[in-house]
């Protein structure tokens, strides 16, 4: 009844089925986080502060996987693994085990407060086998007496039972049971199944993908179209546990490389009316990731998996974005020597190269330059809707937008530098 009502507090959508679901579904699981007081007070129910509900998902077959894609239809259920299956086309992640987080619930009063983020931390550290019981795999002599009198005394009544269960449904009387299995348990007297992710599903805001985000879940997929009744975009994030399993192919940095170029891609179409401030969030997750998992392993996967991997670009490279002449409106624009619409051309290929990492590992712009440059380069947004969006003068964010393009500008005059430089050093120009 407690948990329900939190259900029903958080403004989910709730039915009776949703309570026989997580009564018999064997696949759906309830964690909860109890209050200090619940270990000390064993005669009453605690009360819960938040309230976690995970399905098992995964595990599925490679032929299957592929029939079904082949067809361009899915089964129902594990919607984690066929919907990143089918964005990818890898139906090697259908076969991984994960846990999908259905709903999290806090109790009104402490909501806020750092208990949900808490309870997800927890389940994390549970799925990955870091809690371990560190209670005394033996007992006292006379608990082992107690307990083996209580077997003997229950055994004729547990005889009784097997005889009714085989009179069948027709022939069994519903009598109330003496043992009942505990209702709750802690997480280090329950044995974790082995799993290689842990995700959820949800429509995108800017605090939701805040709070898992601070979960340490990464952004896998964001549906183009909105959903009818809320408006958002659906969503799915998933967090990889690589200790549980040893399963160390370095595919989640790998999807995620892919992510952000399709993101920065679509960022100008179906995202385009998305506010500034979560675009820009989703984006610094992405660049926030790539940097923290920079080696050669991760390089070889992403290289395998998402054909290539965010480094400097070159200048010959570069040949194929900006002209000369390109660079020297850039120039004279970061300068203020010109008019922004100088370069309205030329925003999106900027701020391409600077949201996919191109642009080296050391450039980096503010929290405010970066959503600008997002807002008018990648979603090519007025200046009048951002002002609505970020609450900011116009000629404030048309000032910090000019220090923007300065800064690309002169990461790019630097590029070409060092090509020249080491062109006129080369062996082949001196003869």
Known sequence: QKMMGLYTSAHYKNSPNDLQMLSDAPAHSVFVLLSP???EDSNSLPDILAVVQVALEGKISRKAVEAQLARGHRSAGDLIPWTISQQFGDSNFAQLSGARIVRVAVHPSVQGMGYGSRAVELLYRFYNGEIVSLSSGGGDSDEEEDSASDAGSDQ?????EEKKSTKGILGEKLLPRKQLPPLLLPLAEVEAPRLDWLGTSFGLTFKLHRFWKR???????????KNELTGEHSAIMVRALPKRTGFDDAWLPAFLADVQRRTVSLLGGPFRHMDVKLAIAVLEEFEASATAGNND???TAIGKRSGSSSSQISAKELNYFLTPHDLKRVELYGRNLCDHHLVSDLLPALARLCFTGRLGQTFKLSSLQGALLCGIGLQQKTVDILKSELGLPPNQMLAMFNKSVRKISINLHSIVEE???AALLSDKVRL
């Open 37 to 39: 007081s619940a270990e």
């Open 156 to 160: 004729s009544e547990s005889d009784a």
């Open 215 to 225: 979960s340490g879940m990464r952004l896998l997929y964001t549906r183009q179209t």
């Open 297 to 299: 392993t991760i390089t």
């Open 419 to 421: 090509s020249e430089r």
